[in-house]
């Protein structure tokens, strides 16, 4: 018996070399694993800190985008027909030709200088339907002695950009789906043409006598016909820009009293037709 616990005695101290050291040594590698522990958690420390204040930094640049970001009234139009000026103008190729199309109002709104603050309704013949408010395409020309109209249009087509200011009245007695009326005599109604500097899209429900865009260019009076169809020489105008004229009774005629609607059946009122030019 005590031969044989001295063989185990030394067996034990053989394993114990063979593995480098004695079961006691395995706490020796302690200070190693703490180390590589401590460099973990700083490494991951670091990370969220960095991570935190690159989030601040993103949503202080958002914040002052929001409050600094360019007005979008002022922001650039982009031109769609990207290359077709530099085709056409080598001449080689025929383009299709076209009628004139009718451009209708993108709005119009009525000003008054007896009520300079005053804004007129708007877009008076919405209706409830079974899908919400609809708003029908109609434009409202009401001319009197205290009530002017703007109306604003957008070029769009390229390629026909030669606009011609067009007015058209009905006759007397014709049947309309809206009410309108025109002065009791004559056959002519005398109307101030006055173009506008309107190079962006003008607010609709900020409009006002005060607050009216200026007068540019006075392009003389337009002799309306009722029952009748007259159109203004017809002057450049370029694709994607915006127009817009100021329609009053001229001093000669102070009571032309126009009032009338123009629907997507029929076009009354004013509007303006697109020739080719190219």
């Known amino acids: 018996m005590p031969q044989k616990r001295k063989n185990f005695e030394a067996l034990a101290f053989l394993e114990d070399d063979e593995y480098g050291g004695s079961r006691g040594d395995v706490g020796y590698n302690k200070p190693q694993s ?15 800190v960095v991570d935190i204040c690159v989030f601040i930094s993103v949503a202080r640049l958002l914040l002052e985008a929001r409050y600094t970001a360019e007005d979008p009234q002022n922001m650039e139009f982009r ?4 290359g077709l000026d530099e085709l056409y103008s080598y001449h080689k190729v025929k383009p299709s030709r076209y009628n004139a199309l009718i451009n209708e109002p993108r709005f119009s709104a009525q000003i008054s200088p007896a009520e300079p603050s005053r804004v007129f309704p708007i877009d008076a013949h919405r209706w409830m339907s079974d899908f919400g408010v609809l708003s029908p395409p109609d434009r409202h020309l009401q001319v009197t002695r ?39 005599t004559g056959d002519v109604v005398s109307l101030d043409i006055c173009e506008l500097d309107v190079k962006r899209p003008l607010k609709e429900h900020e409009l006002s006598w005060s607050t009216r865009p200026a007068c540019i260019r006075n392009l003389g009076p337009l002799e309306a016909k009722i029952g009748g169809q007259v159109e203004m020489k017809a002057v450049e105008c370029k694709s994607g820009s915006f127009i817009g004229y100021q329609i009053s009774c001229t001093e000669r005629s102070p009571e032309c009293n126009v009032d009338v609607w123009t629907n997507h059946n029929q076009t009354w009122g004013v509007f303006i037709n697109q020739y080719q030019t190219v």
């Open 34 to 48: 703490n180390k590589v522990s401590i460099i973990i958690a700083a490494g991951l420390m670091m990370f969220f």
């Open 79 to 82: 031109n769609p027909y990207i």
């Open 146 to 184: 205290d009530i002017h109209t703007i109306v604003q249009f957008n070029v769009l087509d390229y390629g026909m950009e030669k606009c011609a200011l067009t007015l058209r009245l009905p006759e007397r007695g014709a049947v309309m789906p809206h009410p309108y009326s025109l002065p009791e």
